[in-house]
């Protein structure tokens, strides 16, 4: 039986690991949840899986969660604090950490230094910290198990192969819904065609960045820090099914793929039950019903993302930080119809041209993560 | 630095063994070497290589290499006990198994007795004596490793992982040269037709195999042994392209696949560094230029022989090494002009009502084979 935090319960990824785990009733005991600002969803969360500590990370939030709450043994943290001390309490084994934002860098960092298993969701603790959360994880002895698909495919062919014996992890990826369009009409996407993702369904900043593959550019920064594999030796590969999840090329030349339905639900079992399979309700793949399976390469003229994300991984220290920050605040310009879509880049890579990154402790981290933003705003016209 | 004998050094899946020790020389010693009767190629062998242990499993060829060689300090073995002597010889730590025919399996023991890490390519030791081999290589806590391409990529794909975690091993096939004739004209198909192969270059009996998916029968079966899955959790997938290799699908619905060219260096490279992944200058699978891959379901109507194969499994028993025998006795009759195209697994079947397995001695699947192999040549009308 392991004991489960999980921070950002209110979210997709928060709400389908407490599906998952209601099918395990035997191997999990939630002990802890936190949330942003959804009070009642969070409330009823409680309730429902008999909890007795829970964070808030919005702190007027936290207080009216202490209001409703009062005449319960319900306790409730609030703040960042409040989500550090949720993630390092005695009783848990496992942390999930799928919080949105550079907030979830801090309380992961304290789970680890506490020796909790992390179940790592959100982008930001390794795009903006990976070198630092990789590096306390080694030294506490901690897994980073990661709960996307992508990663979750590379994780699963792995299997706890040396970085020495990869030659090439290939991040595959959906291509987006401008896959096909021709170059000079990208300058005119709306809003409106941009949020239409082909083949999962997303909140509008990840929908975005599955459109311009800033995505996959986070995914392939995630990918250095969490498996130890310099950038030079991941690629990505569009394969517009997304069937096949991602794939490992060893130094022989073999090449292992994970492959599977979209659905969230399975990287999520696979972290909390690695190492072991356990059996589940979820829809099969069956390939033979499956429509072909196609790949073709990236075209980094009209999807530049991925390569700006290298260009803030090889600048180093807090360069992630601030093109994640930057292009999150391009992404609402061009949602607000402040910018045009191919300005959501020119945004990124001005405001980069702007920084000189210095080492990502946790607080140079958070202020690059405001500088961005505000310097994304000012560059796009705001 | 490992000490390795061939059996059946001579052959494609020897000379190919061959082929990837020259490549490692600080890792492999090659110090024995067997040959059905190849002699000159043998001797050739033996010089290149500076080996003093050679058998030939002919035992007039075993006299002439003797005769050939005589003034060198090569000892020269005959007959199925010098293959045993040689592949129990005290200098191996690991033997490739790969002759052609049930003369395979008494070395093979030998060597499972002797503690020898087995690498093997011979269907016939896991076709007709599979559970023996395995029970006697668990006791001697020895691996066996599989050198076809299938298999191997179904070993990757678990990587150690337990017989309980899978659902599902799923081996893929060509499909062969009739995957799209109508049913009517498969009594017509000629020899020449049925030698075409889309993706390998083989002999006759393998790619005869191929067209009528009794290779896949045969892998199935080998498969059960080799992994200790049920049969009923072994499925076939057509999948044309032979890109994907084959498939484990675990308990929790995840898929593996291990992908690659055909290129059969692969496989022997992976048995014989496991657990390491060893840089190779095989070409590279690149997806991006790769055709789709596209799959569909077998159709048992048209191709029964993965039926008659389960079905020989399901007997038990002395019957898989007759349905073997038999299958090979019929595909003679075909290319002799003998019998129809569907009139080998007609003889196939034939066979198997006339036999009531025994346990699968070595002495009883020796005695098997033979008399499977009269009662073919007496069926099909010879």
């Given at each position: 039986m392991a004991n489960v935090v999980i921070l950002g319960s209110?979210?997709?990824?928060?709400?389908?690991?407490l599906d998952v785990i209601r099918r395990m009733p035997d191997r999990f005991r939630v002990v802890g949840l936190a949330a942003n600002r959804s009070v009642e969803a969070l409330e009823g969360q409680a309730r429902e899986w008999g909890v007795a500590h829970v964070a808030v990370a919005?702190?007027?939030?936290a207080a009216e969660l202490r209001r409703r709450m009062s005449g319960t043994a319900v306790e409730v943290a609030g703040g960042v604090p409040g989500l550090c001390e949720l993630a390092s309490m005695a009783e848990a084994d496992v942390v999930v950490v799928a919080v949105a934002g550079a907030i979830g860098i801090a309380p992961t960092h304290a789970a680890i230094r506490s020796g909790k298993t992390i179940a790592l969701a959100s982008k930001e603790v390794l795009v903006a910290a990976g070198e630092e959360?990789?590096?306390?994880?080694?030294e506490a002895g901690v897994a980073v198990l990661p709960i996307d698909s992508e990663?979750?495919?590379l994780f699963q062919c792995l299997n706890g192969r040396a970085p020495e014996t990869v030659e090439k992890l290939i991040i595959t990826a959906s291509g987006g819904p401008f896959r096909t369009l021709p170059a000079e009409r990208f300058a005119s996407i709306t809003p409106e065609q941009a949020l239409k993702h082909?083949?999962?369904t997303m909140g509008g900043l990840v929908t975005i960045n599955s459109a311009t593959l800033m995505n996959k550019g986070l995914e392939l920064i995630e990918a250095r820090w969490l498996f130890d594999v310099p950038a030079?030796?991941?690629d990505l590969l569009v394969h517009p099914q997304s069937i096949i999840h991602s794939l490992v090329q060893f130094a022989d030349g073999s090449v292992l793929a994970q492959l599977g339905l979209p659905?969230?639900?399975l990287p999520i079992q696979v972290a909390l039950t690695h190492p072991e399979r356990v059996e589940t309700h979820l829809p099969r793949l069956d390939l033979a019903q499956t429509a072909d399976l196609t790949f073709e390469p990236v075209d980094y003229a009209r999807f530049p993302a991925p390569r700006v994300a290298l260009a803030a991984l090889g600048a180093g220290g807090t360069m992630p930080a601030v093109m994640n920050a930057a292009n999150e605040e391009a992404v609402a310009l061009f949602l607000e119809r402040r910018i045009q879509y191919t300005g959501i880049m020119d945004t990124v890579q001005a405001v980069m041209n702007l920084h000189s990154p210095c080492a990502a402790t946790l607080e140079a981290v958070l202020e690059s993560d405001g500088w961005a933003r505000r310097?994304?705003?000012s560059a796009g016209g705001a």
């Open positions: 209110t979210g997709s990824i928060g709400t389908q690991t919005d702190e007027p939030a959360t990789m590096r306390l994880a080694g990663h979750s495919a082909p083949t999962w030079s030796r991941i659905d969230m639900r310097a994304a705003r």
